[in-house]
């Protein structure tokens, strides 16, 4: 079997996405279950609301690849966890491999998007969900906002990634050329936002009104 | 091209249902990103959820059109809240075009659900879910009570309306007629409700037991 | 009509699912409205969640069966609410039912699974989120964690069950047998957790880092 590339980004990005979501799972004192759930939901969760939305039954529920992939992650992080004070959240040593998920889910739903014929609006959508939809998933089982929303240059690199992908297949490039420009784009940008501490501006309202609902 | 009513009024409701969602995102302090996600689900999540519902494609991931009116209206909420202090919220110039957007929505989602063969019951549902989904789906975005659970008689206009569109239509109502009485109910009813502040009762328990979980 | 024992566990199920998320709406102060959806939602959740993720129109959309069943559970807790001080939530007469409901919803899910041509891991699941998703979504709406996430054994029995399904399906048992075993096994293994009070370990942090977030 010839080395895939794309098939190594991604099974980097599941194992990085499981390992985030299990440690906020430990973070919120859920139970073995719960925490499995969230690490396999955060790695999950993207892919399956994309083929939701283009009417397929999910790939993570027609294979045990993916979410044998995603439970190693899992047993990382609680190894970690019980072993170890290091915080390795924000350390590279997890962030690079989440940018490369975030690059290969991209690119894989602005693959699917196109393949399913939807509208350029519709490959981007589908481009950012996959990239944010499990981590944004996790974020709503614990009952926060997704931090997607708030202050955090983690989606823009994917939502920048499905316009990239579809301009340059308007242009002609091929499939192959464009998914690989789109999970490039996303991680040079995401490592860049990171590296800078990009933010996106608030448009604050003058006066204060939080909490009126 | 012959002027269409029912796309017009769904062009009204985008914008209304996708300004209050971005209202609501800049209040909660969001930055551009997050808002515009808001105000873009507030108005093409209901369409969303009721097409992944009948397993389709969603319409909104089909053309461009749909999601170009809402970020007009996000345009023009982050126009009103950078320029100016009035709340516009809870003025006419937004209560009047959310139910116009709030009568379109329920009616194509009665349209859907006929056409897709599902039951009564599957009728009022989608027409609901149409009308108060995306709403919704920004509220729990927010980790907030959707508001149409609490209070509000917000949902119940739209239920209604299902209700009268499954009604006529079984009555032998042609779907044009059907689609128009539909509309007209849940507008009408919810201006009233604005109008003479109707509540629907609460059965609270005897003892308050809120907070056990 | 020949007596069919699934169904009858099924309409259980629904009923006791209904009840117990009209319950929670009216502790959390909803009104008519708000807990009659918190009902429904919490007994046909997990079904329509099981059919949208294999790309089916909800049966729950498709007939007025289910949900005419599910309402009669939210009467039945709108009245006892009304009427008395009685906590019957964690009394036998609605945690056998909820068991009961709970052993039925994996089943179907296992059995839907399997047509559907899923994974193993699909099956499983599909199990589970049809057993413990209606509640789930219910906790969603009102802004919690799903209990199930946090320190209570009650998803781990659909998952044993889905795993059992999935086993004996392998083992060539026939289709009545791998249902019949799922449903009894979850049924027995959530009644002896509840009578036990079993618990699933806790893999916290050695230094405690919730709210980090």
Redesign the interface.
């Known amino acids: 079997m010839p080395f895939d590339p794309f098939a190594f980004l991604n099974a980097v990005g599941l194992v990085a996405f499981a390992f985030v979501g299990a440690l906020?799972?430990?973070?919120?004192?859920?139970?073995?279950?719960?925490?499995t759930?969230?690490g396999v939901v955060t790695a999950l969760g993207g892919g399956?609301l994309r083929d939701?939305?283009?009417?397929?039954?999910?790939a993570?529920?027609?294979?045990?690849g993916d979410?044998t992939v995603a439970l190693s992650g899992v047993a990382l992080a609680?190894a970690v966890?019980?072993t170890?004070?290091v915080?390795l959240r924000d350390s590279p040593v997890v962030l690079v491999p989440d940018a490369l998920g975030l690059a290969a889910f991209a690119a894989t739903g602005a693959l699917v998007?196109t393949d399913?014929?939807?509208?350029?609006?519709?490959v981007v959508?589908?481009a950012t969900l996959t990239a944010v939809g499990g981590g944004?998933i996790s974020d709503?089982?614990?009952?926060?906002?997704?931090?997607?929303?708030?202050?955090d240059f983690y989606?823009?690199p994917a939502?920048l990634g499905g316009v990239a992908f579809w301009s340059v297949s308007l242009a002609g490039a091929s499939v192959e050329l464009a998914t690989g420009l789109c999970a490039a784009l996303v991680f040079v940008v995401r490592i860049l936002a990171l590296r800078y501490r990009w933010?996106?501006?608030?448009?604050?309202?003058?006066?204060n009104?939080?909490g009126?609902?």
């Open positions: 906020k799972a430990t973070d919120a004192g859920l139970d073995v279950f719960g925490v759930v969230l399956t939701v939305l283009v009417a397929d039954v999910p993570s529920l027609q294979s045990v979410v609680v966890v019980q170890t004070d915080r998007g399913a014929g939807v509208s350029p609006f519709g959508a589908l944004s709503i089982l614990l009952s926060r906002v997704p931090v997607v929303l708030r202050d989606a823009t939502v933010r996106l501006p608030t448009p604050a309202p003058r006066e009104r939080a009126e609902s």
